[in-house]
């Protein structure tokens, strides 16, 4: 897995962060955090209570209502709707769990009794080509070897072992019988609507209530996710590149059997050919890990809460489509969120044939349902006391000196030094923190989005860090859109690992995206004209590494679907920046930041 749980900085410190709690006021709240969310599931660190007994959470439904009578969220009809049908799920999901418990103990008695019958038939086709002097030709005339030689060159390369691994798995059929018939999974559900209308927020309410029920689950937003598959494509290569650890491992049990050395080779061809044609299709074998190694713990459910599905390139078209496929075949149960219904998520027609079967896989297993709020009930959370208090704004000597006391009394009442660290990120890469100390880091804007860098290092900074500084974050124009990009999966990321982040800025939050008498940052009209040199390293290089380019598009009308999807995004990531700054979100950071996930309750930041 990528970085999963990595805790560079075990020793937090226990004392609160007064300073900067003076500065959050309280007040009643329009949008619950996922701290409140995490205590009224009965777990602050994900799991279930022990004070309870161990008892299932409340469901979405019961813990929506509780919210809102308790004046901790605003009410609206189409939230309480999508919470009544996550609670439906939730309880279809109780029953689908001891289902599939059952199903699997079948499954594996079945995979067990299938492998040892087709060893039995491999050693009886073994010792019946031995005992016909296949490969001895000092038993074999003239005429004999001829015709054997001439046969086999007549046979396609790879055909005699196909016909054999079929003919070897209708024996199997008729010996150990089919595969035990999965129960049918409830269908899940595709949460799309504007920003704000509060899909993340009812998919983290469902996700924090299967704790305990489902054992098999995950939740990714999209850039993670990309990255995952990545990450086990690239496994799945080195594993099938490295031919003396395969045949020291999966074919060991063929070096004891009291055959001749030709025999044995044709047993461990034979057992390639299964494996390779087991694992043909990569993706296949990805989607097998992507929840849970099977080999480890086989029994029970499994659902994937997916945040933010989209299709900005090709490979995210073809990736999503085999990975959620495989996953929807398999039995798991998805829940998701988006800000286009499906059919609307590939307007640019890539890889059309790939997402129509997509399509397909979601309409058979999810039910759609738009969250149809117009409102951002982000900006409805009340900021008390100053609007300044982790995001200053205009840059002037005043702003810079709360900005600089901010970081000061922060680093000095967690304690210990500051200092310059080296962080891995993936693919064996690593990325620089000049400024690090313990769990609370500081950049410049340029530093973190003026190079090429990208969603795998700025998810590596998520997780190693609590609290991030960022300073002279200027306000964006068309000619620096890319480190916009940049600057909005940073944001994506941030927030989605339940980072609290101080921020120095040139402009307000609904500014910072205006553009500058330079120009807008964004022109419709405009976009659709830009030149190759723009257009290709602006998608994907935000994905990985910040380095690879996608193939532009010459089709003006992808351009400017392209554009609308962008429009979005910088909508998303001024709603996110407003949730941010404000004393709820920072309160919910000491209770959801993986960096908590481990430590005692008792560890806290300012709240």
């Given at each position: 897995m990528i970085l999963r749980r990595l805790h560079l900085h075990a020793r937090v410190s226990r004392r609160s962060l007064a300073p900067a709690a003076a500065l959050c006021g309280t007040g009643p709240r329009a949008w619950p955090s996922a701290g409140l969310l995490r205590r009224l599931h009965g777990a602050a660190g994900g799991g279930a209570s022990s004070e309870d007994g161990g008892k299932p959470a409340e469901g979405p439904l019961t813990l929506y209502r509780n919210l809102v009578s308790q004046g901790k969220l605003t009410h609206d009809s189409y939230q309480e709707n999508v919470a009544s049908d996550l609670e439906n799920l939730l309880r279809r999901l109780q029953q689908y769990e001891m289902e599939m418990e059952d199903y699997h103990e079948k499954l594996y008695l079945w995979e067990n009794s299938r492998e040892k019958e087709r060893r039995r038939l491999l050693v009886e086709e073994a010792e019946d080509k031995q005992r016909d002097g296949v490969w001895i030709d000092e038993k074999r005339g003239f005429l004999d070897k001829l015709v054997a030689r001439r046969r086999r060159a007549s046979i396609e390369p790879g055909v005699g072992k196909w016909v054999s691994y079929l003919n070897r798995e209708k024996k199997l059929d008729k010996l150990v019988g089919h595969r035990p018939i999965a129960p049918v999974a409830p269908k899940g559900l595709y949460l799309y609507g504007n920003v704000g209308s509060g899909k993340t927020m009812l998919m983290d309410m469902f996700y924090g209530a299967t704790e305990g029920v489902i054992k098999h689950r995950r939740r990714f937003h999209f850039h993670e996710a990309m990255l995952e598959i990545h990450d086990h494509m690239h496994d799945v290569w080195k594993r099938r590149d490295d031919n003396k650890s395969v045949q020291s491992s999966a074919f060991s049990w063929i070096s004891s059997l009291p055959f001749d050395a030709k025999i044995k080779e044709w047993l461990i061809g034979?057992?390639?050919?299964?494996?390779?044609?087991?694992?043909?299709?990569?993706?296949?074998?990805?989607?097998?890990?992507?929840?849970?190694?099977?080999?480890?713990?086989?029994?029970?459910?499994?659902?994937?809460?997916?945040?933010?599905?989209?299709?900005?390139?090709?490979?995210?078209?073809?990736?999503?489509?085999?990975?959620?496929?495989?996953?929807?075949?398999?039995?798991?149960?998805?829940?998701?969120?988006?800000?286009?219904?499906?059919?609307?998520?590939?307007?640019?027609?890539?890889?059309?044939?790939?997402?129509?079967?997509?399509?397909?896989?979601?309409?058979?297993?999810?039910?759609?349902?738009?969250?149809g709020t117009e409102k951002d009930y982000r900006r409805l959370i009340p900021t008390e006391g100053s609007t300044q208090v982790h995001y200053f704004w205009p840059v002037t000597s005043d702003t810079y000196r709360m900005y600089e006391a901010m970081w000061h009394d922060i680093t000095n009442q967690i304690g210990g030094d500051i200092v310059s660290v080296t962080i891995p990120v993936m693919f064996g890469r690593s990325i620089e923190i000049p400024q690090s100390c313990n769990g609370v880091a500081r950049f410049d804007f340029e530093y973190l989005c003026g190079r090429p860098v990208g969603a795998a290092d700025y998810i590596a900074i998520a997780r190693n860090y609590h609290t991030i500084f960022i300073s002279e974050i200027p306000a964006m124009?068309?000619?620096?859109?890319?480190?916009?990009?940049?600057?909005?999966?940073?944001?994506?990321?941030?927030?989605?690992?339940?980072?609290?982040?101080?921020?120095?800025?040139?402009?307000?939050?609904?500014?910072?995206?205006?553009?500058?008498?330079?120009?807008?940052?964004?022109?419709?009209?405009?976009?659709?004209?830009e030149t190759e040199s723009e257009g290709t390293k602006l998608r994907r290089d935000v994905l990985a590494e910040g380095s690879v380019g996608l193939r532009p598009s010459t089709s003006g009308l992808v351009a400017i679907l392209s554009g609308q999807e962008e429009m979005f995004a910088f909508r998303r990531a001024i709603s996110r920046l407003i949730e941010m700054q404000t004393p709820l979100y920072v309160e919910r950071v000491q209770h959801a930041h993986p960096s908590f996930q481990l430590q005692s309750p008792a560890v806290a930041i300012a709240s």
């Open positions: 034979e057992e390639k050919y299964k494996q390779e044609t087991q694992q043909k299709h990569i993706l296949l074998a990805v989607a097998d890990k992507f929840l849970v190694d099977r080999q480890a713990n086989k029994t029970g459910a499994s659902i994937l809460c997916f945040d933010e599905i989209q299709t900005i390139d090709v490979f995210a078209v073809v990736a999503l489509s085999g990975i959620l496929s495989r996953l929807l075949s398999t039995g798991t149960v998805l829940v998701a969120t988006s800000n286009k219904a499906p059919e609307d998520l590939n307007q640019d027609g890539m890889q059309r044939d790939i997402f129509l079967e997509l399509l397909s896989k979601l309409d058979e297993n999810c039910n759609k349902i738009l969250v124009s068309m000619k620096i859109r890319d480190k916009a990009r940049r600057f909005i999966t940073l944001i994506d990321e941030l927030y989605n690992h339940h980072c609290r982040l101080v921020c120095l800025a040139a402009s307000s939050i609904d500014d910072l995206f205006q553009g500058t008498e330079e120009g807008p940052l964004f022109d419709l009209e405009s976009f659709q004209f």
